[in-house]
């Protein structure tokens, strides 16, 4: 019987040996950038990958989502290693798609590459037989809630209920065979050493605003006009105003964008599109903060005699992290980096669909510091692929090696002793408490 020194060195030479292959997918990804629920070709890809391994899996999930499985064969909890689809949307980034300026300006290229790179070492000789309990491998899309018009059409169709892909993993009961989960994001923030991991994000909801005026000649005759867009420009001023009066511990964050800003110039400005997140540090910060905003829009229209439509949408929940999870992952990187790369984290103001699935099972989401430049910027390009890739799928596959061997005694005890802070009909039930829809006139 080997130890579990031996079977984790079995799994990392496997993922070494194809450490050339590994980051080239992660590259491939890089240079076929797609937005959420738009991930075609990426998901093909994928499974093509998944494919090419031997591993069985289903595709269509949440549009584009795949979800493959590693069984054991031996009884044990399920453990989610998962990657993200989806890109954002960067314009000037020098990966970016030159249609659709979809870039990889948050390394989840890396995401995918680092799933298959733990499945590259369980798959390795003898491993899996030293394991027990199901590994499954989730790519999920549209992680990055950006196209807020787009994604509430596929909404309004039928398509989707909610606009990220972990919430609609959720709802689809892709994840109700699963008990704790993980993923590495990369990260490009010199100060978090090589690995950082641990901490807490903001929450968030959407909203998808529409000013609506009346059109008259701009030069002509503006004063028979009602113009949409002074009405959101007072409703941006208003947005503004109210900044003072959030709590600093509540990390509130509101960034509001104008998508259409009228028809022509020569038209007074008669429908006018705007989307705007809501982010705060806990459900009661973001929400109250949703009807500070929501007021600030209605002033708008108020105040030029126009009306505005309403559209807030759900988002994603605070994450946290399982500290028996954490500890596991800790000491295996720490034998890859060394203990003095390692830098536990705090608080960040982002926003991640993880924290979703954090309300309903043990979730760890560490970074690998493995880029340069802003996050979400169009500087911002993974630089060390072997850290980006290849320790990253290591930290994790022997983070699974460690739950599920010796009968999967660890991940049972770490199922058994998480209490969640919701189930999932509670999770659901609050994300569709979120959804509003209204029209205000003067």
Request: one cysteine or more; aromatic letters at 4%; charged letters at 20%.
């Given at each position: ?30 240079n076929n950038p797609e937005p959420g629920f738009r991930e075609e070709k990426t998901s093909r890809y994928v499974a093509g990958k998944l494919r090419e391994m031997g591993i069985s899996y289903q595709d269509g999930i949440a549009i584009t989502g795949i ?292 309300q309903l099972m043990p979730v760890i989401h560490p970074y690998v510091v493995a880029a340069e430049g802003i996050g979400h910027g169009s500087d911002y390009v993974v630089t060390d692929y072997e850290l980006g890739v290849i320790t990253g799928a290591k ?18 005890q770490v199922k058994s002793e998480y209490q969640a802070p919701m189930t999932k009909a509670q999770y659901l039930a609050l994300m569709r408490s979120m959804f509003k829809e209204g029209s205000y006139t003067q």
């Amino acid at each position: 019987m080997p130890t579990i020194k031996e079977i984790k060195s079995t799994a990392l030479k496997a993922i070494d040996s194809s450490s050339s292959e590994l980051i080239g997918v992660a590259q491939h990804i890089l240079n076929n950038p797609e937005p959420g629920f738009r991930e075609e070709k990426t998901s093909r890809y994928v499974a093509g990958k998944l494919r090419e391994m031997g591993i069985s899996y289903q595709d269509g999930i949440a549009i584009t989502g795949i979800k493959g499985v590693l069984d054991t064969g031996r009884s044990g909890p399920t453990v989610a290693v998962m990657g993200e689809l989806d890109s954002l949307k960067v314009l000037g980034h020098p990966h970016a798609d030159p249609e659709t300026a979809a870039a990889h300006a948050c390394g989840h290229h890396c995401q995918v590459a680092m799933m298959l790179g733990v499945a590259t070492g369980l798959k390795a000789v003898g491993v899996l037989d030293h394991l027990s309990g199901r590994i499954v491998l989730i790519a999920v899309p549209a992680e990055e809630y950006i196209e807020v018009e787009y994604r509430d059409e596929l909404r309004r169709q039928g398509k989707i209920e909610f606009l990220g892909g972990k919430p609609e993993f959720i709802r689809l009961g892709a994840l109700d065979d699963v008990d704790m989960a993980m993923m590495t994001h990369t990260s490009a923030n010199a100060e978090e050493g090589k690995i950082a991991f641990g901490g807490t994000n903001n929450g968030i909801v959407a909203k998808r605003i529409q000013f609506l005026g009346r059109a008259s000649h701009a030069g002509g005759a503006p004063h028979a006009g009602v113009n949409a867009l002074n009405a959101a420009m007072i409703a941006l001023s208003a947005i503004h105003a109210q900044r003072e009066t959030y709590r600093d511990d509540d990390t509130v964050r509101i960034h509001p964008i104008i998508t259409q800003g009228g028809v022509a110039v020569s038209s007074v400005p008669a429908d006018v599109r705007m989307e705007t997140y809501v982010r705060g540090k806990s459900v009661e910060a973001f929400l109250s903060a949703s009807e500070k905003v929501d007021r600030a829009l209605r002033a708008g229209a108020m105040a030029v005699g126009g009306s505005v439509n309403i559209t807030t949408l759900p988002g994603y929940l605070p994450i946290q992290s399982d500290e028996t999870m954490l500890g596991i992952y800790e000491k295996n990187a720490a034998q890859l980096v060394g203990q003095e790369n390692l830098v536990r984290l705090n608080h960040r103001t982002g926003s991640t669909d993880m924290g979703d699935v954090s309300q309903l099972m043990p979730v760890i989401h560490p970074y690998v510091v493995a880029a340069e430049g802003i996050g979400h910027g169009s500087d911002y390009v993974v630089t060390d692929y072997e850290l980006g890739v290849i320790t990253g799928a290591k930290a994790m596959a022997m983070t699974v090696i460690d739950l599920l061997s010796d009968d999967a005694r660890v991940a049972q005890q770490v199922k058994s002793e998480y209490q969640a802070p919701m189930t999932k009909a509670q999770y659901l039930a609050l994300m569709r408490s979120m959804f509003k829809e209204g029209s205000y006139t003067q």
